[in-house]
């Protein structure tokens, strides 16, 4: 990991190196945090945000389902985050914010633990490589099933919900593989360990519903966007495993992965094992408005400066 100067810990900003937490802190042995990933562009007017208050909405929501109350609005972490990136004097990084239960007591009651909030920001490339965005990656459908809304709720970005991605990820890797493909306790697809899935199929650009126990993802919904304002047919429904492999192309976004796409499952090989021409377009849509090139989606850009 890339170290920066400063990191934001409850209203004041703590050298790198010294922000700590206790280890009795709740949500260390509990997981009784939830967190956001964002990613901070160099545009031609300075470093701007990648739907910031989307994201910060969504954290918020992510309290709210796990009855934790952030001691700051909206308005106060977003200035934050700006801050943290202007104080860091970086143009271009990866962004989270953290909520957490902290020090207090001990066991599963956490409503008398304090509610707390961190914001860090580093330099971290494209997540899966940048091999990876222009070959695509190799993955592997997991043997664990993505989190059910009746064991966890899967709309939160929750630190407890990550560890079903991680045993996916270490399966897939173990394999040989890049990344893993979480299928729901229904047996359709739902998402990667961290990103959200779409496959084409005769033209058309698939991507699962929520009810497939996906996260709703920001990258996710800009590509459907965009994809829409290209004329290209978009629909959400449920994909079966069989579908992936006969698909014309399949690829991953999110705000780590940016849209990565993928050139093989499980031995299959997806389309013509490159990137696939609306992969491709897609991709380079989605890169030309991150970076500011594109003023009608300026909406989803918040200037630093």
Same mark, same amino acid.
């Given at each position: 990991?890339?170290?920066?100067?400063?990191?934001w810990m409850?209203? !004041?900003? $703590?050298?790198?190196d010294?922000?700590?937490?206790?280890?009795?802190?709740?949500?260390?042995?509990?997981?009784t945090?939830v967190?956001?990933?964002?990613r901070?562009?160099d545009?031609?007017?300075g470093?701007?945000?990648?739907r910031l208050?989307?994201?910060?909405?969504?954290?918020?929501n992510?309290?709210?389902?796990?009855?934790? !109350?952030?001691?700051?609005?909206?308005? !106060?972490?977003?200035?934050?985050?700006?801050?943290t990136v202007r104080?860091?004097?970086?143009?271009?990084?990866?962004?989270?914010p953290?909520?957490?239960?902290?020090?207090g007591?001990?066991?599963?009651?956490?409503?008398?633990?304090?509610?707390n909030?961190a914001?860090?920001?580093?330099?971290?490339?494209?997540?899966?490589?940048?091999?990876?965005?222009?070959?695509?990656?190799r993955?592997?459908i997991?043997?664990?099933?993505?989190?059910d809304?009746?064991?966890?709720?899967?709309?939160?970005k929750s630190?407890?919900n990550?560890?079903?991605?991680?045993?996916?990820?270490?399966?897939?890797?173990d394999?040989?593989?890049?990344?893993?493909?979480l299928l729901?306790?229904?047996?359709? $697809?739902s998402?990667?360990p961290?990103?959200?899935?779409f496959m084409?199929?005769d033209?058309?650009?698939?991507t699962?519903?929520?009810?497939?126990?996906?996260?709703?993802?920001?990258?996710?919904?800009s590509?459907?966007?965009?994809?829409?304002d290209m004329?290209?047919?978009?629909?959400?429904?449920?994909?079966?495993r069989?579908e992936?492999?006969?698909?014309?192309?399949?690829?991953f976004?999110?705000?780590?992965a940016?849209?990565?796409?993928?050139?093989?499952?499980?031995?299959?090989?997806?389309?013509?094992?490159?990137?696939?021409?609306?992969?491709?377009k897609?991709?380079?849509?989605?890169?030309?408005?991150?970076?500011?090139e594109?003023?009608?989606y300026e909406?989803?850009?918040?200037?630093?400066r």
């Open positions: 990991m890339n170290k920066t100067e400063k990191i409850d209203g !004041e900003f $703590v050298d790198w010294e922000a700590k937490i206790h280890v009795l802190t709740h949500a260390l042995h509990y997981g945090g967190f956001e990933g964002m901070c562009y545009t031609a007017k470093p701007a945000v990648f208050r989307d994201h910060m909405k969504r954290l918020f992510s309290a709210k389902i796990h009855t934790m !109350e952030i001691p700051y609005g909206i308005d !106060e972490l977003t200035r934050a985050v700006k801050e104080i860091n004097k970086v143009r271009e990084c990866y962004i989270r953290i909520v957490y239960r902290g020090y007591e001990m066991g599963l009651n956490p409503l008398r633990n304090p509610v909030v914001i860090a920001v580093w330099p971290w490339g494209t997540y899966l490589g940048e091999e990876g965005l222009m070959k695509g990656v993955c592997k997991s043997s664990w099933v993505r989190i809304t009746r064991i966890l709720p899967p709309l939160a630190t407890a990550y560890l079903n991605s991680v045993l996916a990820k270490l399966e897939a890797l394999c040989g593989y890049d990344e893993a493909i729901n306790m229904n047996g359709y $697809v998402e990667g961290g990103e959200n899935i084409v199929k033209g058309c650009l698939i699962p519903p929520r009810s497939s126990g996906a996260l709703y993802g920001f990258t996710m919904d590509v459907m966007e965009l994809a829409e004329s290209i047919p978009t629909a959400e429904r449920e994909i079966l069989d992936l492999f006969m698909a014309d192309e399949v690829f976004t999110g705000t780590a940016e849209l990565t796409p993928i050139r093989e499952i499980d031995g299959r090989v997806i389309g013509s094992g490159s990137v696939g021409p609306l992969t491709k897609l991709q380079d849509r989605f890169f030309t408005v991150i970076r500011g594109d003023p009608k909406k989803w850009l918040d200037y630093v």
